[in-house]
């Protein structure tokens, strides 16, 4: 039986595994971002979002699933209808389905590589100082960058 990554939301009303081992991610090799753009800051209520990629076949929702939101003309958010837990931002172009690390049951192998969005960088987020960064390619009218 093949191993998965576990995660879910606070109230644990909605649950999903990403598949690890063969045809699924290296949990060695789970890397992400720290985004820091104004609409993961609103999302997620925080600083900045911490995301981690996978693929959209390596991931199963194994209890509830999470309500939908269009959060831009090009992407997509999940989170739990109960308790308002960010799950996950979708890209609509993007191969793979950015996932919260803080939804992971054991977060620590969340290994962020890169910064996104460092035009909006608050000046207080004091993480990840020596990884390289990006700058945000898609803007939303009535939110700054």
Not at 14 to 38: A, F, I, K, N, Q
Not at 47 to 73: C, D, E, H, N, Q
Not at 83 to 106: I, N, Q, W
């Amino acid at each position: 039986m093949t191993e998965g990554l576990k995660g879910g939301c606070l109230c644990r009303a909605v649950r999903y595994e990403v598949t690890t081992g063969d045809g699924g991610v290296d949990p060695s090799d789970l890397r992400g971002t720290y985004c820091h753009c104004s609409m993961c800051r609103k999302a997620t209520g925080g600083g900045y979002a911490m995301l981690f990629g996978v693929p959209r076949s390596a991931m199963t929702w194994t209890k509830g699933s999470p309500t939908i939101y269009r959060s831009s003309p090009v992407a997509k958010r999940g989170f739990c209808q109960a308790c308002g837990s960010p799950l996950f931002y979708d890209g609509d172009m993007e191969a793979e389905r950015s996932m919260t690390a803080g939804s992971l049951d054991d977060p620590s192998i969340f290994k962020p590589d890169h910064h996104y969005g460092v035009e909006s960088r608050l000046p207080w987020a004091d993480c990840g100082r020596d990884l390289p960064g990006k700058e945000t390619e898609e803007r939303v009218e009535g939110l700054s960058a």
